[in-house]
């Protein structure tokens, strides 16, 4: 297969980390060979969570993993709302109204229906998207990886 200027590999860290880092890598990786893993976050540019989402799909991938990646939908009141829980988890103080929670639970209801969440593995990487579990059979793990700080 030709490789694209803007692929990332694991081999392309070989020059940072050396050969037998990326070949501990590798072979560790075979284990979870066609792991089917569901990144899941709110925006697909900004905020720095989809920059290293857009990297490491692409690596996940490099080593065997079936990585995907999808964002949620949502009305500027939802990310109003949820501009509020990142705030909060930042050591803001927090009153979401029962209307400011449902229209947190609602859009995620429909963005779960969209949604096909039938994986291996599901990892959560902001706030918004949160609700989503309680809209699926947990027949898999899934993680939050949260990057507010």
Same mark, same amino acid.
């Given at each position: 297969? =030709?490789?694209? #200027?803007?692929?990332? *590999?694991?081999?392309?860290?070989? #020059?940072? $980390? @050396?050969?037998?880092? $990326?070949?501990?890598?590798?072979? =560790?990786?075979?284990?979870?060979?066609?792991? =089917?893993?569901?990144?899941?976050? *709110?925006?697909?540019? @900004? @905020?720095g969570v989809a920059e290293m989402l857009s990297s490491l799909t692409l690596l996940e991938r490099s080593v065997g993993i079936k990585s995907d990646w999808r964002l949620i939908q949502g009305s500027p009141d939802f990310f109003s709302v949820t501009k509020k829980i990142h705030n909060a988890l930042q050591g803001a103080s927090i009153h979401?109204?029962?209307l400011k929670m449902e229209i947190y639970e609602q859009v995620n209801l429909q963005n779960a229906i969209r949604m096909d969440l039938d994986q291996d593995l599901i990892v959560i990487h902001d706030p918004q998207p949160l609700p989503l579990i309680q809209h699926y059979r947990r027949t898999c793990p899934w993680v939050w990886r949260c990057h507010v700080d």
């Open positions: 297969m =030709k490789r694209l #200027p803007w692929y990332a *590999s694991i081999e392309d860290y070989i #020059p940072l $980390v @050396g050969e037998k880092t $990326v070949e501990r890598i590798i072979l =560790k990786a075979k284990r979870l060979r066609d792991l =089917k893993l569901l990144n899941i976050n *709110s925006t697909f540019y @900004g @905020g979401l109204t029962d």
